[in-house]
């Protein structure tokens, strides 16, 4: 727990949320700022600033949690699909540093906009990034 991290302390109880689950490794609440009506957020109980830093038994259950998560919203609002959507890093869009997952719910034709102007590589690019990266796994 660190006292300074809003999350810790919605996590502890002395921030109230609108709870969706919780177990011991994760609670899922409303997010205050919903992206569209639904959208939760799903928080580690353990602090840690982003997915880089997670523990390996937090990080396998998370999709688990998050499937869960996603099915019940599928079923409540009949939504059209859901992004999952995780920042990390300030660069990235982070605001709060404990690692969390949003899920938002969305329908066609809705204005939510997750979107990016597609690049492109150049010849050998893509193969000597990716070697590059496989060197590091
Ligand atoms: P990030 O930008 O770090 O990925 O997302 C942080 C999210 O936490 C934002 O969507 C923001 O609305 C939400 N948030 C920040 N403070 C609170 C809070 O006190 N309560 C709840 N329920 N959500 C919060
Ligand atoms: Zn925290």
């Known amino acids: 727990m660190q006292n300074n991290c809003i999350f810790c302390r919605i996590i502890a109880g002395?921030?109230?949320?609108?709870?969706?689950?919780?177990?011991?490794d994760f609670k899922a609440i409303m997010d205050i700022s919903p992206a569209a009506r639904?959208?939760?957020?799903?928080?580690s109980k353990r602090h840690c600033e982003n997915l880089l830093e997670l523990d390996d038994g937090t990080a396998?259950?998370?999709?688990?949690?998050?499937?869960k998560l996603a099915?019940?919203?599928?079923?409540?609002?009949?939504c059209d699909?859901?992004?999952?959507?995780?920042?990390?890093?300030?660069?990235?869009?982070?605001t709060v540093f404990h690692f969390h997952l949003h899920l938002i719910p969305r329908y066609q034709g809705d204005r939510?906009?997750?979107g990016w102007t597609p690049g492109a590589y150049g010849?050998?690019?893509?193969?000597?990034?990716?070697?590059?990266?496989?060197?590091?796994l």
């Open 60 to 67: 396998e259950k998370a999709l688990l949690v998050a499937r």
């Open 38 to 43: 639904g959208h939760v957020i799903m928080l």
């Open 123 to 136: 010849d050998g690019e893509a193969q000597a990034l990716a070697a590059a990266l496989a060197a590091r």
């Open 112 to 114: 939510i906009s997750l």
């Open 81 to 94: 699909g859901i992004n999952l959507l995780q920042n990390n890093g300030e660069a990235a869009g982070q």
């Open 71 to 78: 099915r019940a919203l599928k079923a409540e609002l009949n």
């Open 14 to 24: 002395e921030i109230p949320s609108a709870t969706v689950y919780e177990d011991k």
